[in-house]
Structure formats: structure tokens, C-alpha cells
């Protein structure tokens, strides 16, 4: 069985930073592209940022220039840093990862619970 873990999610003033923490867990065998999404009340899921296991990154435009993606392949984890927050980034960020899990055929996208990231104006 394979787990991701979010952490890091609070309430944050406009200007501030936060830094989010997805960890997976259990039986991989191996961990592909890992990635952030986000969901704000009333809309749909979009994705923030993406990074693969060789760390190419990309990112909506809308978080351009503020927002980066990292990751520790030894650890299983993926870091978003989020910067000059805005209020219109208040939204439940959920992690993504594609993992083959160990003695599986293929791999397959696992999503983590959601942390809820509030910027105050």
C-alpha cells in the first residue's frame, strides 16, 4: 500500500511564505514525476506545479516566479516553497505522485489528503 502525506498547509498573511511537504510512503519500488495541485472553494482542481524524477519543473502561470517546486528522491518527498502569497492562492493543496509500487506491472497516480493553505488580506 502506498501513502502520501501532506503537511505544512496554515493561515498566512498576503506577502508571507509557507512551505509544503508531501511525503510517500510504504511499497514503492519507484517514484516518477511528483507534483502540487490546488482546489479553492466553488472551483476546479488546476495544477500549480510539476516536477520529474530528473527535476525538470514547471508551473502554472499563475505562481511563476513565486512559487518552487523541489524534491528529495532519498527521502520520497516533494517540497513546494510558496512566496508573496496572494489571497487568491487560498485553496486545499494536494500532492500528486506517479509510483510503481513494489510488484506492480505499472505505475499509477496516487493522490495525498489535502492541506489547507489561507492567505488573509
Known amino acids: 500500500q502506498v501513502q502520501l502525506v501532506e503537511s505544512g498547509g496554515s493561515l498566512v498573511q498576503a506577502g508571507g511564505s509557507l512551505r509544503l511537504s508531501c511525503t510517500a510512503s510504504?511499497?514503492?519500488?519507484?517514484?516518477?514525476?511528483m507534483s502540487w495541485f490546488r482546489q479553492a472553494p466553488e472551483k476546479e482542481r488546476e495544477l500549480v506545479a510539476t516536477?520529474?524524477?530528473?527535476?525538470?519543473?514547471n508551473y502554472a502561470d499563475s505562481v511563476k516566479g513565486r512559487f518552487t517546486i523541489s524534491r528529495d528522491n532519498a527521502r520520497n518527498t516533494v517540497f513546494l516553497q510558496m512566496s508573496s502569497l496572494k489571497p487568491e492562492d487560498t485553496a486545499v493543496y494536494y500532492c500528486?505522485?506517479?509510483?510503481?509500487?513494489?510488484?506492480?506491472?505499472?505505475?499509477?497516480?496516487?493522490w495525498g489528503q489535502g492541506t489547507q493553505v489561507t492567505v488573509s488580506s
Open positions: 500528486n505522485a506517479n509510483i510503481r509500487a513494489t510488484g506492480a506491472a505499472y505505475s499509477r497516480n496516487y
Open positions: 510504504g511499497r514503492i519500488f519507484s517514484i516518477s514525476s
Open positions: 516536477i520529474s524524477r530528473l527535476t525538470d519543473t
